[in-house]
């Protein structure tokens, strides 16, 4: 009878004992952080953390629960992460925490990425801050090449005879910059960029007899004096600009200006100028735009009003729209 008393208090003893050392581990409590709310274009950050009651967090884990697309998470298993690729929706992630026991713990956090909003720049400058003049010169005439004309009420590009006046031929093209462009951030994204030029009513000038293809002209009909808008590559300034020192302008992404068989009030049709002003705008290069004649042979001009022309409806006008 004794011996059975003892065997039993032996087992009692070990079974305590056993249950003191092998103990229930302790799940470790993981946090994701706080929901976020961002807007477009940004990369953001996920910061999450863990604790574990009974031992140490060895590891952690994120993971993309829904979105409008895979997110790329560049240090999932870290406990923060860089997030790049979002586009606008409502996303979920979840932190998964890891202890030495090799239990987990996990926690959800909210992401709503809105799309920027479009933001519309429309510039139509007057007299005291509009920048366009014309260049021009006139064979046999050392003046005209040197000559500012930045004040006249219009705009032309043109190649015509000047014999009654005592020289031969010439030409004339035209330069317009909005200074107010600079507005636009350079890491900005450029939707649209629209050009409209207006043209001018009859006898406004002496310059020419209107535009030169029109029903009845001596010089023909058909609408030859198609043109073109070049992006300018080095700056100016509207009252120094001459024929001699203009600046010089690029070929890429020039636009075509269609021809005209209208004598006056040519309104242009809208210009697509987007990639220019795409350049102007992220290299910090806003000089502006180059009218000029595609084929510059005699009896061809067009005439357009300028930022001093006496109705503001008619300036130039740049419309641009941007994120």
């Given at each position: 009878?004794?011996?059975?008393?003892?065997l039993?208090?032996?087992?009692?003893?070990?079974?305590?004992?056993?249950?003191?050392?092998?103990?229930?581990?302790?799940v470790?409590?993981?946090?994701?952080?706080?929901?976020?709310?961002?807007?477009?274009?940004?990369?953001?950050t996920?910061?999450?953390?863990?604790?574990?009651?009974?031992?140490?967090?060895?590891?952690?884990?994120?993971s993309?629960?829904?979105?409008?697309?895979?997110?790329?998470?560049?240090?999932?298993?870290a406990?923060?992460?860089?997030?790049?690729?979002?586009?606008?929706?409502?996303?979920?992630?979840?932190?998964?925490?890891?202890?030495?026991?090799?239990?987990?713990?996990?926690?959800?956090?909210?992401?709503?990425?809105?799309?920027v909003?479009?933001?519309?720049?429309?510039?139509?400058?007057?007299?005291?801050?509009?920048?366009d003049?014309?260049?021009?010169?006139?064979?046999?005439?050392?003046?005209?090449p040197?000559?500012?004309?930045?004040?006249?009420?219009?705009?032309?590009?043109?190649?015509?005879?000047y014999?009654?006046?005592?020289f031969?031929?010439?030409?004339?093209?035209?330069f317009?910059?909005?200074?107010?462009?600079?507005?636009?951030?350079?890491?900005?994204?450029?939707?649209?960029?629209?050009?409209y030029l207006?043209?001018i009513?009859?006898?406004?000038?002496?310059?020419?007899?209107?535009?030169?293809?029109?029903?009845?002209?001596?010089?023909?009909?058909?609408?030859?004096?198609?043109?073109?808008?070049?992006?300018?590559?080095?700056n100016?300034?509207?009252?120094?600009?001459?024929?001699n020192?203009?600046?010089?302008t690029?070929?890429?992404?020039?636009?075509v200006?269609?021809?005209?068989?209208?004598?006056w009030?040519?309104?242009?049709?809208?210009?697509?100028?987007?990639?220019?002003?795409?350049?102007?705008?992220s290299?910090?290069?806003?000089?502006?735009?180059?009218?000029?004649?595609?084929?510059?042979?005699?009896?061809?001009?067009?005439?357009?009003?300028?930022?001093?022309?006496?109705?503001?409806?008619?300036?130039?006008?740049?419309?641009?729209?941007?994120?």
């Amino acid at each position: 009878m004794k011996i059975s008393y003892l065997l039993s208090a032996s087992l009692l003893l070990t079974t305590v004992f056993s249950c003191t050392k092998d103990k229930m581990n302790k799940v470790p409590i993981a946090n994701a952080g706080p929901s976020q709310n961002i807007q477009l274009p940004v990369d953001v950050t996920l910061t999450g953390s863990g604790t574990d009651a009974d031992g140490t967090i060895v590891g952690y884990l994120w993971s993309e629960l829904a979105g409008p697309n895979i997110a790329a998470s560049h240090t999932p298993a870290a406990a923060s992460t860089k997030l790049s690729g979002l586009i606008a929706g409502t996303y979920k992630f979840q932190l998964m925490v890891i202890d030495n026991d090799g239990a987990t713990g996990v926690d959800t956090m909210s992401l709503v990425v809105s799309a920027v909003e479009s933001k519309t720049l429309t510039l139509q400058p007057g007299p005291n801050d509009g920048q366009d003049a014309i260049v021009t010169y006139r064979e046999g005439d050392a003046n005209s090449p040197n000559g500012n004309y930045a004040n006249w009420d219009f705009l032309a590009y043109s190649r015509w005879t000047y014999t009654a006046e005592g020289f031969g031929q010439g030409g004339s093209r035209t330069f317009i910059k909005f200074t107010g462009l600079s507005a636009i951030p350079q890491n900005a994204v450029i939707t649209s960029a629209k050009l409209y030029l207006y043209g001018i009513p009859v006898n406004s000038t002496t310059f020419h007899p209107g535009n030169s293809h029109y029903p009845g002209s001596p010089y023909g009909s058909n609408p030859e004096n198609t043109g073109w808008v070049k992006r300018v590559t080095a700056n100016w300034d509207e009252s120094t600009i001459t024929w001699n020192n203009k600046p010089a302008t690029t070929n890429t992404d020039q636009v075509v200006i269609p021809g005209t068989a209208a004598q006056w009030n040519y309104n242009l049709p809208e210009l697509d100028v987007t990639e220019l002003v795409k350049t102007m705008v992220s290299t910090n290069t806003n000089y502006g735009f180059n009218l000029l004649l595609q084929n510059e042979e005699i009896y061809r001009s067009v005439l357009l009003a300028s930022s001093d022309n006496a109705d503001p409806g008619r300036r130039p006008k740049l419309v641009v729209v941007y994120k």
